[in-house]
């Protein structure tokens, strides 16, 4: 089955390249309905899930969920109840998911650890989109309507926690080039030219595994 995965800097515009991308090859695209498939199945909301998605825990959430994990007296079952999602649990249901879509059919994966996740396959073509950080905060600021120093904020603090969620759960870098097949700067290309790239290089590559499954 061929895939996709398409992992980005805040900022980059990765999920309009992945959206080309899937629309071109006419595959599905995984992208924000990851986060309401997990938060199905976990019970939580949509925007619980997304304010945990790729961002490491506080030392105090961390503190927390290991006492409640190592101690079932220590917490109330109410209070219990109104814990988050540990981490792993999220990694796990997500993983879930994305197998899941990847059983269905040919898809294109937007970030969520899909490259690691789905590292070990040979059906996989693996994209890092990244662009300078001027042109970052430029894209962050038009598109969340942002001061340049709030954008600046966002764009930094993002993918420093995308980076140590890589790390922490899957023991790789997140921004190395070598753990990818294609790594684009998307300000030099342009989103369309950086999604064309991703097509052809999927045809050529991928092509002929996906006729013959």
């Known amino acids: 089955m061929a895939i996709i995965t398409i992992s980005r800097m805040y900022g980059s515009g990765g999920s309009e390249v992945a959206k080309l991308v899937a629309e071109e090859l006419d595959w599905a695209l995984l992208d924000n309905a990851v986060v309401d498939a997990v938060a199905e199945r976990i019970g939580a909301t949509p925007a619980e899930v997304a304010s945990r998605e790729e961002r490491v825990p506080s030392m105090v959430e961390r503190l927390a969920s290991a006492m409640a994990l190592s101690s079932q007296e220590w917490l109330s079952p109410m209070a219990d109840a109104k814990l988050p999602p540990s981490d792993e649990r999220l990694v796990e249901v997500t993983r879930r998911v994305v ?40 894209r962050a600021v038009e598109r969340d309507k942002v001061s340049p120093e709030e954008a600046a904020k966002l764009v930094d603090g993002t993918n420093k926690h995308r980076e140590e969620w890589v790390r922490k759960h ?20 342009g989103i369309r030219q950086a999604a064309d790239l991703v097509v052809q290089v999927a045809r050529e590559r991928l092509g002929e595994r996906e006729r013959s499954s």
Request: glycine fraction near 4%; hydrophobic fraction near 45%.
């Open 99 to 138: 197998e899941e879509a990847v059983a269905r059919g040919p898809v294109v994966v937007v970030g969520r650890g899909a490259q690691s996740m789905l590292a070990a396959r040979s059906d996989a073509l693996h994209v890092f989109c990244y662009a300078p950080r001027p042109a970052l905060i430029a």
């Open 170 to 189: 899957w023991s790789r870098s997140w921004r190395a080039h070598e753990n990818y097949h294609l790594s684009l700067d998307t300000e030099w290309f």
